[in-house]
């Protein structure tokens, strides 16, 4: 692993660019400068909120051999101030180094150290770099601020556990790469991320719930929080913007303005405008649209059950929950259960391209298709969700106007053109396109929730059959609740659910059982950017400082914290319906114990629909079919001698957008007697 160290250090030394031509002007030199050569940039960002690590009156000038256009020099401006924009967000520490090194900025938003300075210069209130061309600047900074991120990450945590702060033995030039490369050469090569932090508990136990970890070049650096009273205090009492990182992964999904990573007023705004079409009341009225995918599915188990053969569940229920989405969010019929759709098609193909950028395969990191396949899939599905907009405007204008008898749509999109065209001053009627700024982001939107909102329920549904085969007493609960409240004759459950959806409000064990399997298998867990000032405090006092770190709230180890949970390991939906004087009485969960749809401002809009479906699903395929987890059988015929597992668990998690079940969920499915 030495050589992931060294070679951004080697990187630097020999792909510097020529600076012969660089020349550092000290204060005062820029009068000698000879003006005919040369047009000086001087930005001046003094009225706003400078670099926290530099005095208020910074001044940043650029000059350029090269006669400057005036759209060069827009171009440059714009560049300079998201330069500063960068140091001002990673500018943490740089104070540090001002005796031997001088302020630059890191123009690259993929590494995600702290402000990258420049080397022999001497740090002053004012500086000016002269070059001969922009570009080799910018390498130069880039280079130096990957080398010169890593020394001061490395100096920052070595400081850290000095002072006591909890974390792994941190090596000065590893950092944690050892004991995260031992810990992860235990466990499957393809499990998910998540299971991590836990396993590191295992491994230095008197870490406590919160634990920072130095992961350099895989990730940045990062607090890990495992409990539900350090979690809360980021993303309830105080809500931290989302990681950058989050940023990246999702925008060759969404388009960049998608509601998980956006912040502020647009944020707030977007969500205002989605709510209506994600509460529970509304989501009742689409149960009779949802009951159609549902009876297809069982269609499918049905078929599967009279092949008598193992198969992999997830990619059915990912097709399910593709339909399923399709009709709530654009009142689209895809069909995916039966026939390829294109569209889901391309989604499903983004999903594998998508990157956090830590992972530790470099050909996966750095895949030469990546850029034309991320491109393409994304210029698809933008074009396919425009055009349904299109459609979805024009026929909510016609709504609009008293005159017309069309048919109302009650889906998400349909009840936010509605608020859209609502606000909208002037003569609604007599315009028939969209706002632009609008449609944009819209359409973004509606690609979150088509990505998102298929992809957690597909992988819980497969684990709550997955749970309830290695324990069929609480299947046959389950059952028995369904019997009582939905009547003995099974086949007539899709109807009477279609004419009374309220019906799904009276199977708490059901939920149980649904929320009890997210516990176990949550699909996704949080990260926040923490902030100056801002630190985590621990029950017993103990300041966990934030600053430039990713902050990761765990929610595959908070879920099973013995602090919250008994039996944390256990499957045990009764937990959940447990009076005060029970021993599973979770009076944590209320203070955010179980955080499968997150808690606080930013908490998944798209939750109660994900129950719902489940629910629903559960409800219409469990009397009539035994889904029976196979992966025994599937290792025999794969010839799997010893199949890995995590802490035992053969369906351990996989990252597929989601967490999945490795290897799909192989099962076989059985008509119940």
């Known amino acids: ?161 000095k002072d006591g702060l909890p974390m792994p033995p941190h090596h000065p030039l590893f950092g944690h790469l050892f004991i995260v490369g031992e810990i992860m050469t235990r466990l499957p090569s393809d499990v998910h991320g998540h299971v991590l932090p836990r396993q590191i508990l295992k491994s230095y136990p008197d870490l406590g719930p919160i634990f920072y970890v130095d992961t350099w070049p895989f990730g940045p650096p990062m607090l890990v929080v495992t409990s539900a009273h350090g979690a809360n205090q ?110 889901t098609s391309t989604l499903r193909s983004q999903i594998r391209w998508l990157l956090f950028g830590n992972e530790a395969n470099l050909f996966q990191r750095w895949h030469p298709l990546r850029p034309i396949m991320t491109f393409w899939n994304s210029r698809q599905m933008l074009a396919f969700v425009g055009k349904e907009m299109d459609k979805r405007f024009l026929r909510n204008v016609a709504h609009s106007d008293p005159t017309t008898q069309a048919p109302r749509s009650k889906t998400i999109i349909d009840l936010a053109l509605d608020k859209y065209l609502s606000e909208r001053n002037g003569n609604i009627g007599d315009e028939t396109t969209m706002d632009a700024t609008f449609k944009d982001a819209a359409i973004c939107q509606i690609r979150t929730f088509l990505f998102a909102g298929h992809d957690t329920s597909s992988s819980t549904l ?43 409000n009276q199977l708490p064990y059901t939920s149980a059982v649904i929320k009890e399997t997210l516990r176990l298998y949550p699909a996704a867990s949080s990260t926040r950017q923490g902030e100056p000032g801002f630190n985590i405090v621990a029950p017993d006092g103990r300041l966990y400082p934030t600053d430039g770190l990713l902050i990761w709230s765990n929610h595959f180890a908070i879920h099973r914290n013995p602090e919250s ?30 955080r499968a749809f997150e808690h606080g401002p930013r908490n998944c809009i798209g939750q109660e629909l994900a129950i719902l479906e489940l629910k629903l699903v559960l409800a219409i395929t469990l009397r009539r079919f035994n889904v029976d987890s196979a992966y025994d059988e599937y290792d025999r015929i794969r010839g799997r001698k010893s199949p890995k597992t995590v802490d035992g668990d053969r369906a351990y998690q996989i990252l597929a957008g989601a967490a999945h079940p490795n290897d799909g969920f192989p099962c076989k499915v059985t008509l119940r007697a």
């Open 1 to 161: 692993m030495l050589w992931y160290r060294i070679l951004p250090l080697l990187l630097y030394a020999l792909l510097t660019p020529d600076t012969a031509n660089t020349q550092i002007l000290r204060p005062g030199d820029m009068g000698a400068a000879n003006p005919n050569q040369a047009d000086i940039l001087d930005i001046d960002f003094s009225t706003n909120a400078p670099p926290r690590s530099l005095t208020p009156n910074v001044h940043l000038t650029f000059t350029f051999g090269d006669r400057l256009t005036e759209t060069r020099i827009v171009m440059l401006l714009a560049e300079a101030r998201r330069a500063v924009n960068v140091a001002i967000e990673h500018g943490a520490g740089a104070k540090r180094l001002r005796q031997i090194w001088c302020i630059a900025w890191d123009l690259s938003r993929h590494i995600y150290m702290f402000a990258a300075p420049l080397r022999k210069t001497i740090f002053t209130e004012r500086y000016e770099l002269s070059v001969s061309n922009v570009l080799p600047a910018i390498d130069l900074v880039e280079r130096c601020g990957i080398a010169q991120g890593h020394v001061e990450e490395m100096w920052a945590f070595q400081r850290m556990q």
């Open 565 to 594: 949970w008994k039996r944390p390991d256990e499957f045990l939906p009764q937990r959940w319906l447990a009076e005060k004087d029970n021993e599973f009485y979770n009076a944590d969960d209320r203070k955010g114990a179980w």
């Open 462 to 504: 497969c684990y709550c059959y997955h749970l309830l085969s290695l324990h069929t007493e609480i299947r046959d609960a389950v059952i028995k609740e369904h019997n009582s409240v939905l009547g003995p004759e099974i086949g007539q459950a899709a109807s009477l659910l279609s004419e009374k959806p309220h019906l799904l």
């Open 234 to 343: 980021f993303t309830v009492a105080h809500s931290l913007p989302k990681f950058a990182t989050m940023r990246q992964y999702m925008q060759p999904m969404t388009g960049g303005m998608d509601l998980p990573t956006l912040e502020g007023r647009e944020w707030k705004m977007w969500r205002t405008v989605f709510n209506p079409g994600f509460s529970s009341s509304h989501l009742m009225t689409m149960v009779p649209q949802v009951v159609k995918d549902v009876v297809t599915f069982a269609e499918i188990l049905e078929q599967r059950a009279a092949s008598a053969q193992v198969f992999s569940l997830d990619p059915l229920t990912i097709n399910l929950t593709l339909d399923i989405i399709g009709r709530v969010t654009l009142d689209l019929v895809f069909n995916a259960q039966k026939q390829p759709n294109s569209f």
